[in-house]
């Protein structure tokens, strides 16, 4: 029997990238008060008035409806970690990071981690992530297994790490580990809405030789994806150029294992020069752009506009637990600011298009997720406006579409989520507080 949802509201997604320019956009759809009709999980259509019988309604006038965010890079287990104490990248990784993800070598802490974690990214609106597990496979599958009861676009794949990094975290045989990888790939990849990512953590945590494997694992697997970190911190930069001193730089390691392709996403990219961005830009390679993270470690600012220039493609990335928050609205706002102190204003348009459709468009998935295009798969979050009486009386006093959009976006956060679906199916419902209205 089909099943056909009905949810009203203010509906917004982006159609096409809306670059650099002002906030006058034709690549902005909005329809205030209309139905988004989904029958079977995808999205049929839309309407301004009521679609009659037959129809599951879920009535949010008066509320905000986009699709689901995606997140490009996040760490499944560092929920562990979130806002820890003074540290720069390497010692964060060795002081926090690494002891929080070896308790995930345990069954029951990944499987009771990956739901909890899969959990708070629907609380927050997202509904679709690029994750990095551990270097266990039983964190691997606890993440895949848990995306699946949940219906759940994820991306992700066992870490590599095979040096510079402690006990329980390295991989001690290499055919072991590629055999690991194998076997995930096997089971998981392509099944229902998950696919794999091969996934070294960076390059100082894996030799030549483990890279090299990496390379001929995304070769050999179609359609798989690869996900590291590049360029993050200038020690880190050091680092590489000290291990792999026959490479021209941090982002041409990759290039010389295999690495680099039109489905790899890489966090960071703050460190790079004119010609790492031109091969960004040949390889079709993304930059996920992690801003909370990067400010919270002092990492330092993306440039933005000279990627985009380079033909790059960046999307927007939490990076929790380096990055502060699971909120893509927190992490678009920080974003404007990292490029704002560089002199570029980037409209809400530009930011909301970063974290729904040109996130999916750089993962190849633009028929799938990041719109509200009939046909696409019905990965929706509902927001109200405004919370508290300050962005409530902000949102008042906005004088055009664009005005309101960035106000939500600057002032907003998962407190200003109703409702997410996922494939149509309500996966969460903003709990009513004691004595408080219904959402």
């Known amino acids: 029997m089909s099943t056909k949802v009905a949810i009203r509201g203010d509906l917004l997604d982006i159609t096409a990238d809306p670059g650099f320019g002002g906030v006058a956009s034709s690549k902005v759809r909005f329809d205030a008060g209309h139905w988004l009709l989904i029958e079977d999980g995808r999205i049929s259509g839309r309407r301004a008035t009521d679609p009659g019988g037959g129809w599951q309604r879920h009535d949010h006038q008066g509320r905000l409806i986009t699709p689901g965010f995606i997140d490009t890079h996040v760490h499944s287990p560092q929920l562990d970690v979130i806002a820890s104490h003074g540290a720069q990248l390497l010692d964060w990784l060795n002081d926090y990071t690494f002891p929080a993800e070896r308790r995930h070598a345990d069954p029951q802490v990944a499987a009771a981690g990956a739901a909890q974690f899969l959990d708070a990214l629907l609380a927050h609106g997202t509904t679709a992530a690029v994750v990095f597990p551990t270097v266990h496979k ?15 676009r994820v991306i992700a794949g066992k870490v590599l790490m095979d040096r510079h990094a402690p006990d329980g975290l390295r991989d001690g045989d290499p055919a072991q580990s590629e055999r690991d990888c194998v076997d995930l790939i096997a089971r998981w990849h392509g099944k229902d809405r998950l696919a794999y990512a091969v996934t070294p953590r960076f390059a100082p945590t894996s030799t030549p030789q483990q890279l090299d494997m990496a390379g001929a694992l995304l070769a050999a697997h179609a359609g798989t994806y690869m996900q590291t970190h590049v360029a993050e911190n200038r020690d880190e930069v050091r680092w590489v150029a000290e291990l792999f001193p026959r490479s021209r730089s941090y982002l041409d390691v990759y290039r010389g294992h295999g690495l680099l392709n039109e489905r790899a996403v890489l966090a960071h990219g703050i460190w790079l020069d004119e010609s790492d961005r031109a091969l960004l830009a040949d390889t079709g390679a993304q930059i996920a752009h992690s801003p909370s993270s990067n400010l919270f470690l002092g990492s330092g600012l993306l440039d933005w506009r000279a990627l985009h220039e380079a033909g790059a493609a ?65 990965d929706v979050a509902v927001w109200d406006w405004a919370v508290g009486p300050v962005a409530t009386h902000r949102d008042e006093l906005a004088r055009d579409l664009h005005e309101r959009v960035f106000a939500w976006m600057t002032l907003g956060d998962e407190r200003n989520l109703a409702a997410a679906f996922v494939r149509g199916v309500q996966r969460y419902a903003r709990a009513v507080p004691p004595g408080g209205a219904a959402s």
Do not use: C, N, P
């Open 138 to 152: 039983t964190s691997v599958d606890a993440l895949f297994d848990a995306a699946q009861k949940r219906q759940m």
């Open 314 to 378: 960046v999307t927007l990335a939490s990076d929790v637990g380096g990055g502060t928050t699971l909120s893509m609205l927190r992490t678009m706002a920080e974003a404007y600011k990292v490029q704002a102190l560089q002199g570029l204003r980037l409209t809400a348009w530009k930011l909301l298009y970063s974290a729904t459709r040109g996130a999916a468009r750089a993962l190849h998935l633009e028929h799938e997720i990041g719109t509200l295009e009939s046909g696409t798969l019905a």
